[in-house]
């Protein structure tokens, strides 16, 4: 496509329960990642991967989180047994490869609310 | 490992004032540094690059010169506008990170007319 776009843009859950996040990467960008911002900091790095396999998920928070990747192509990431603390935007971005020069794309977020 | 650190915000000019953020990094082997741009509504986007020592990344009227002596990548615009109200994030991507791009915490820039 012609951006990342992630879904839901918006999403208010209750705390305990189970939420997934999409992402869209630009077609034949190979590298994806997911950042969190939380309210007032910087992007908290979660995971990368290139192509179908996560070679660094370093930043998963938890066992509650977890990623995947298909065809290249579409992310989710899934926060099972979601906390307050959960609550952040979360952030996906992709890139044609992994080289240090690379510049990442971005999609508008999606923004987690658990009450 | 590797960090980004940047001035703390908000950072609040008139227009047309000179802007400068901070920004200082730690990195293993030799990075790339960035300046992305978060505009109010939107996605981060990249605003200016530097892979180099001594590079000098621009776009938009902004610059930032990567300094190896000091570990630095400051952002300056010489006259900013309203419209350059938007959070700013200093980024690097390093070997020794598997190249995996570190942010900075972000500056956010208001501008007044």
């Known amino acids: 496509g012609a951006g990342v776009s992630q879904s839901p843009s918006n999403k208010v859950t209750e705390k305990g329960k189970d939420v997934e996040l999409r992402c869209d990467p630009i077609?034949?960008?190979?590298?994806l990642y997911w950042y969190r911002q939380r309210l007032g900091q910087g992007l908290e790095f979660l995971i990368y991967?290139?192509?179908?396999?996560?070679?660094?998920k370093s930043g998963l928070p938890s066992d509650r989180f977890s990623a995947e990747r298909t065809g290249e192509s579409v992310s989710t990431l899934t926060i099972q047994r979601t906390q307050q603390e959960d609550s952040a935007v979360y952030l996906c971005?992709?890139?044609?490869?992994?080289?240090?020069?690379?510049?990442?794309?971005f999609g508008a977020g999606s923004r987690l609310t658990v009450l | 490992g590797d960090s980004v650190t940047q001035m703390e915000g908000p950072v609040t000019l008139s227009e047309e004032a000179f802007l400068t953020i901070n920004c200082t990094y730690t990195a293993t082997g030799y990075p790339s540094l960035f300046w992305y741009v978060q505009y109010p509504g939107e996605g981060l986007q990249l605003l200016l690059k530097a892979t180099k020592a001594d590079d000098k990344g621009s776009n938009k009227g902004f610059e930032a010169t990567y300094r190896k002596e000091t570990t630095s990548f400051h952002l300056e615009k010489g006259s900013v506008q309203v419209s350059d109200s938007a959070v700013y994030f200093c980024?690097?991507?390093?070997?020794?990170?598997?190249?995996?791009?570190?942010f900075g915490r972000g500056t956010s820039l208001i501008v007044h007319p």
């Open positions: 077609s034949g960008h190979t590298a």
């Open positions: 991967f290139q192509g179908n396999s996560a070679p660094d």
């Open positions: 980024a690097l991507s390093a070997p020794g990170g598997s190249y995996i791009p570190t």
């Open positions: 971005a992709s890139s044609p490869g992994s080289a240090g020069a690379n510049v990442l794309t």
